[in-house]
């Protein structure tokens, strides 16, 4: 396997509705690696009625966390792929400790490391007003959000003229109690990759082409390092 040393891993961190998937998205166009994002590989394989689709769906929709064990081997497939010889931006994963342990060892595995965790951090109330909002295109998987990013037609997609939608999770039931498993499982985290030196805040609350330039900078300052 050719050597990752120099490729270019990066972790979003941020509750649901921060505005992970819509960064990782330009993030991955501007710099040239993919985005990946486990919540979207269990969504194409809960379309596709896979196994592991089959496995996820009722985690998914009851707002709770795909075991460890199962969304540690999805993202070692993923990252072992030639697509992320160059690095990848990761979106939705790690959520818990563990599964940020898995991480480390897989890069290191494959001679690389973790470069930069930006955490984008978004209050409460603005996290359950952007899941409120959200809009996603059947088609292409791009994000809207009906008074924050609009699409110019309602229900269509910019990009490809899909059909928009908003996902099964995104009743203010799941969305109360996935930013409750958020604050449980996953907030640890930033501690966890303050103390490794990795973590750089970004305030989320902010346009989205503001965040997108800060964590570009961010990017580039780890980069000369
Ligand atoms: P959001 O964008 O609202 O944060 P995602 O699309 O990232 O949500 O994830 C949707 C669902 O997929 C989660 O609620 C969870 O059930 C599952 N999921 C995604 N990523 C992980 C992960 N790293 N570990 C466990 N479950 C995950
Ligand atoms: P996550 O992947 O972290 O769950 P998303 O990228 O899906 O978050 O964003 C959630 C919603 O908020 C989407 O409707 C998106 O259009 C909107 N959004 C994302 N970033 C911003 C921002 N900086 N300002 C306003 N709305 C945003
Ligand atoms: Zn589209």
């Not at 270019?8 to 509750?15: A, D, T, W």
């Not at 030639?82 to 290191?108: H, K, M, N, S």
């Not at 969305?175 to 750089?200: C, M, N, S, W």
Request: net charge neutral; charged share 30%; proline share 5%.
């Amino acid at each position: 396997m050719a050597t990752r040393a120099k490729a270019l891993y990066i972790v979003l961190l941020g509750g649901p509705g921060a505005g992970k998937g819509t960064q990782a998205e330009l993030l991955s166009k501007a710099l040239g690696i993919p985005q990946v994002s486990t919540g979207d590989l269990f969504r194409e394989n809960l379309k596709d009625e896979t196994e592991l689709g089959l496995l996820a769906k009722g985690y998914m929709e009851r707002g709770e966390l795909v075991p460890d064990s199962i969304t540690i081997a999805m993202v070692r497939e993923r990252l072992a792929r030639p697509d992320c010889e160059a690095g990848a931006i990761l979106d939705g994963f790690p959520r818990t400790v563990a599964q940020a342990e898995a991480l480390e060892a897989l890069l290191t595995e494959l001679g690389s490391r973790l470069k930069v965790v930006p955490y984008i951090k978004v209050s409460e109330e603005v996290l359950l007003s952007r899941l409120a909002g959200r809009w996603t295109c059947r088609n292409c998987g791009a994000m809207y959000h009906q008074l924050f990013s609009p699409p110019r037609q309602p229900g269509v997609c910019d990009k490809c003229g899909g059909e928009l939608y908003q996902r099964a999770d995104d009743t203010p039931e799941t969305q109360r109690h996935r930013i409750q498993v958020y604050f449980e499982q996953t907030a640890p985290l930033i501690d966890y990759y303050r103390e490794k030196g990795l973590l750089v805040e970004v305030d989320g609350q902010r346009s989205i082409s503001e965040v997108q330039a800060e964590l570009l900078r961010i990017i580039a300052d780890d980069r000369r390092r």
